[in-house]
């Protein structure tokens, strides 16, 4: 037992440590993956967030039907929508359409975070704005989203994290991400649980990547106010 316990983890360090190169390649894409639809999410999110709290009845209902529809449906059958959806109307990579799942998915997570941010700010903040003559736009965007935007910074951030997770089931559509290869890795080595846990490791790495940015740009934002 103790032998075959040193052998699964010495072939483990050695799969993880071979493999650096691929899997490095692999990772790049996730990143992409990850950085293009939560990109693409921010502007989808505000803009919903923005109908959401327009008091505007019919607008309230889209943004409302948008959120209800992302939370109620499962991320891998809204990223095959996006697939076969749009591949019948013009081609698009496989890569394109999980990255556009990702951020209409995101998107509605990210329109509550910026609703929760924006309404959070104090009425008197806008008040000040209009007697200073800025009209309601003017006063959102000089005023109210600057600081709105650093207090959703922190679930933001998790929402990030939460995207590179999310981005693995790009594999169920071909991408050769960190889980694709992962698993193509297992299939041809008959040794699933070995590359499943480099695969692992190569997300812990990417997350704690990840929770140090946003945590440096957290401290920074403190330090300026």
């Not at 505000?46 to 943004?63: C, R």
């Not at 496989?94 to 995101?106: D, I, K, Q, R, Y």
Request: some cysteine; glycine content about 8%; charged content about 10%.
């Amino acid at each position: 037992m103790y032998l075959g316990f040193v052998t699964f983890w010495s072939g483990f360090f050695d799969s993880l440590f071979s493999s650096g190169d691929i899997f490095f390649k692999a990772a790049q894409v996730t990143l992409a993956l990850t950085v293009v639809s939560i990109f693409i999410a921010l502007f989808i999110g505000l803009f919903f967030a923005l109908l959401k709290i327009s008091n505007i009845k019919p607008l309230e209902w889209i943004a409302n039907a948008y959120i209800y529809v992302v939370r109620g449906t499962p991320l891998i059958v809204q990223i095959f929508v996006f697939f076969y959806g749009l591949t019948s109307i013009w081609m698009i990579s496989g890569f394109w359409s999980v990255a556009l799942g990702l951020a209409f998915h995101n998107g509605a997570y990210i329109a509550e975070i910026f609703r929760g941010s924006i309404q959070s700010i104090g009425k008197g903040q806008t008040e000040a704005g209009r007697s200073l003559g800025m009209s309601q736009m003017t006063t959102m965007r000089r005023i109210i989203l600057p600081q709105a935007f650093r207090r959703a910074l922190p679930p933001l951030g998790n929402q990030f994290i939460i995207g590179l997770k999310d981005s693995s089931l790009a594999a169920f559509i071909g991408v050769q991400e960190i889980f694709a290869l992962a698993t193509t890795r297992g299939a041809n080595t008959f040794d699933y649980m070995t590359w499943l846990l480099v695969c692992a490791v190569w997300y812990l790495v990417l997350v704690f990547i990840l929770t140090l940015l946003v945590g440096l740009v957290e401290k920074k934002l403190a330090a300026s106010d």
